[in-house]
């Protein structure tokens, strides 16, 4: 939540210069306030018993995480290993149906679609999601998103056996399928985050907040295992690996639906008082809620008072152009580092790199554990040593490996093995930087540098703002690849730290 003085048409005073030093120096505004709680009284509104982890309340946050970042970070990495596998079934087709062989551009560019467009399903999900939470409910908007999930895995799944003879059905199906399993991560990214904070207890939703970021990246793992040639990887069941996102939507499908509706929703959007008091008491594990429902009522008229805006008058409203810059820098700078590049060629890099084919593909598996190493320690560090701080520390490891990542290429071309494992090191390091603090910050930034009128649209536009950039980088990241080779990973984090150094200065 920003400076309130951030709506009106003055110019900058004191406070928001504090604010903004308060910032720069690695504390957001939640943080600072949280500081000024310990030595202010206790608001008699807020719940005065601490949160605790009952049963509902875990068995809905783990349906949720399992569930639908899940489906988000499979579908992300399920592409990469088995990579050279459908290309070559790709080839296979078009060389029975057109008599001819396929040319390796042409490859390249439908391979390139095939990959890119699970963005332009993310930007339609993600546009939509918050019209559909509202309609039907966070809960049931998370369970029909699971039939969207299962029709594109069931897509992906059979464009293999349908599309057999036919290269154009092949590639229309695989594209279609990705977009399918695109709009699932869209409403995804959207309402699950909000489920999990609404069913949370106040003081826990900062850390159950997080697990988001963490269930993304341990499907991205498990996807990358599975890739390997010795399990799902192969000639024989590449279809059955895309066809696994199926897996953590049937089991959102069968767990979510005996959890309780958010308590939020059913008070504030539904007006049903008597359906949120049961939701709280199952989930806070006790028969007396009446300081929950208080503090709800409270914080929707809070939130009512302040004027709601819309994407275009934050666009036009000149007092919120530098946190709008900020965040929007931060959601470029993001994709332009080329971690999503990595997450979906990585294998074609580590190719280039002089790696064989097994080795990219248990390369590849080690870019996630890099990421899933590094991110479990900062869920924790966040708000202990502040955004900033870990900013500079990842954003300067990723730039420093990138260097090495360069260096150890072309050292690779003398002949020594040394010099490729060592390159192969300084990749994981990159991966792992990222999660300490590119990855996760610029979302949690955009949520900290606007208040709560003009925070929707900013998360909205932040959103579409991120997914346009991963459909760019998605389509354009091999033909660059091929002009600027081994300074390909160094030009993208050159470019993350410029535009992040940047927007923090």
């Known amino acids: ?100 062989e396929l040319l390796d551009s042409d490859l390249n560019f439908i391979w390139s679609a095939t990959v890119s467009v ?74 699950a985050p909000m489920y999990v904070s609404e069913i949370a207890p106040l003081d826990l939703r900062g850390n159950l907040g997080t697990l ?50 958010s308590p939020r929703f059913e008070l504030i959007n539904k007006n049903n008082k008597d359906a949120a008091i049961a939701g709280l008491k199952k989930l806070r594990g006790r028969s007396d809620v009446t300081e929950d429902i208080s503090f709800l009522e409270k914080e929707h008229k809070m939130e009512s008072a302040e004027k709601k805006f819309t994407v275009m008058e934050l666009l036009t409203d ?59 320690p900062t869920i924790f560090l966040m708000d202990r040593v502040g955004r900033r701080t870990l900013m500079l520390f990842g954003t300067g490891g990723m730039c420093v490996c990138s260097g090495l990542v360069v260096l150890f290429t072309l050292l690779t071309k003398t002949g020594s093995s040394i010099f490729m494992w060592l390159n192969l090191a300084s990749v994981f390091g990159i991966m792992g930087s990222f999660s300490v603090a590119p990855g996760p910050v610029p979302w949690l930034i955009t949520a900290e540098l606007f208040s709560q009128g003009p925070r929707a649209a900013a998360m909205s536009l932040a959103g579409a703002t991120n997914w346009i950039m991963t459909f760019l980088v998605g389509l354009a990241f091999e033909s660059v690849l091929h002009v600027l080779g081994d300074y390909t990973l160094f030009w993208c984090s050159w470019c993350w730290t410029t535009s992040s150094g940047c927007s923090s200065s």
């Open 212 to 261: 988001f970021q963490f269930g993304v990246v341990l499907a991205l793992f498990f996807a990358q295992i599975l890739g390997l040639p010795m399990l799902l990887g192969n000639e024989t069941y590449w279809n059955y690996l895309l066809g696994l996102t199926v897996v953590p939507a049937m089991f959102q499908l069968v767990v979510l639906t005996i959890c309780p509706e």
């Open 118 to 191: 699970y963005a332009v399903g993310g930007m339609i999900g993600s546009a939509s999601a918050g019209f559909f939470a509202n309609l039907l409910g966070r809960k049931k908007a998370l369970l029909c998103n699971n039939a969207i999930a299962v029709l594109g895995g069931v897509i992906m799944f059979s464009a293999r056996y349908v599309g057999d003879s036919s290269y154009s059905l092949l590639a229309t199906l695989m594209i279609i399928g990705r977009i399918v399993v695109g709009v699932n991560a869209g409403v995804n990214t959207i309402v």
């Open 318 to 376: 000149f007092t919120l152009r530098e946190p709008l810059v900020i965040a929007l820098t931060l959601q470029v700078a993001q994709q332009l580092s080329g971690i999503n590049a990595v997450n979906f060629y990585s294998t074609t890099i580590f190719k280039q790199a002089e790696l064989s084919e097994q080795s990219s593909r248990f390369a590849t598996v080690g870019t996630g554990g890099s990421q899933l190493l590094m991110i479990m």
């Open 1 to 100: 939540m920003s400076d309130p003085k951030i709506n009106e048409q003055t110019p900058k005073d004191d406070t928001e210069t504090q604010e903004n030093e308060r910032f720069l120096n690695g504390k957001s505004e939640f943080e600072h306030d949280s500081e000024l709680e310990k030595t202010l009284p206790a608001d008699p509104d807020k719940p005065s018993q601490p949160g605790k982890m009952t049963f509902w309340l875990s068995l809905a946050v783990m349906a949720t995480v399992l569930g639908s970042p899940a489906q988000f970070g499979y579908n992300m990495g399920v592409i990469n290993a088995p990579e050279s596998t459908i290309r070559a079934f790709y080839k296979r087709v078009y060389l029975a149906d057109a008599g001819k």
